[in-house]
């Protein structure tokens, strides 16, 4: 019996409801122990025994496809991101790799735009420090007016443009993808100019070998000094030492992030330590009906090559 390994954690957590979806289709499912993502060993534990594969953020490399090859067929990526695939060393051994472009647009953009209210109006900070038996009355800067740069204009990017452009921001955007601009509520800036100009620098762009840490040290010196990070894209896009040291000068003045360079968060992260930083699980993606959307699109992808 062909077997389809299902490492992504949205599928994991319904293995009874998914076994039995592929089961119905004559196949076994074979259910992964996942933390976050297949590491590379992790992953080559079941090279040669698996037929199709239902991925998470696994790191899918050049080894792993040569041991995986010719057995595996398939490998159908649960949501957009496949940034984790060595796509090159797929396209080598010709195996199709497929996803669900453009799913999450909505659901990542309302989180992007909730952190930003929560940043701009101290709302978990004032919840923290109610719990704690205070009663401040800080004074917070707001959204209206504000200039917010977006890192990636996709279609998650779009979206959050388009939201924080209803609530009287100035919207700007840089993606070397777009060479024109045709968008109303949004003017494209050069990478260093959407640093200088960005009250709140939001990022909603895909991870690729040439934006790896592209926030770091040095390109953080370019923001302004009291400046925001909003991140609901890739985790390793942020040098997360740097952004660190950036707190503890005081010169970026808050943070919310959905993503790390390595997930889950660390108890002993030195994120941990700042009130002025909001920490979500990688979850922006997480809306109901898009999830179920995201599932049997997923399946039909796999079975479309299998």
Known sequence: ??????????????????????????????????NQYLKEDEALAYAGKIDGWLAGDDLITHRVLKEFYPKLKVISKWGSGIDS??????????????????????????????YLLNLSRNITLTDRLVRSGQW?????????????????????????????????????????????????????????????????LILACDLNESNHHIINKNTISFMKKGSSIINVSRGKLICEKDLIQALKDKYISSVALDVYEEEPLSKSSKLMNFKNVILGSHNANNLDFVTEIVHQNTLANLFKYI
């Open 85 to 114: 695939i060595d796509l090159s060393a797929a396209k080598e051994f010709k195996i199709p790799v497929l996803n669900s472009p453009g799913a999450f647009s909505d659901a990542v953009a309302e989180v992007a735009v909730g």
């Open 1 to 34: 019996m062909k077997k389809i390994l299902v490492s992504n954690l949205m599928m994991l957590k319904e293995k009874k409801r998914f076994s039995m979806e592929i089961s119905k289709r004559g196949f076994k499912a074979v259910f992964p122990k996942v």
């Open 136 to 200: 401040p009355k800080t004074a917070s800067s707001g959204v209206v007016n504000k200039n917010i740069g977006i890192l990636g204009f996709g279609s998650i990017g779009r979206e959050i443009g388009f939201r924080c452009k209803n609530l009287k921001a100035n919207i700007f955007f840089n993606d070397p993808l777009i060479k024109k601009s045709s968008f109303k509520y949004a003017k494209r800036l050069t990478f260093k100019n959407l640093l200088k100009k960005s009250d709140y």
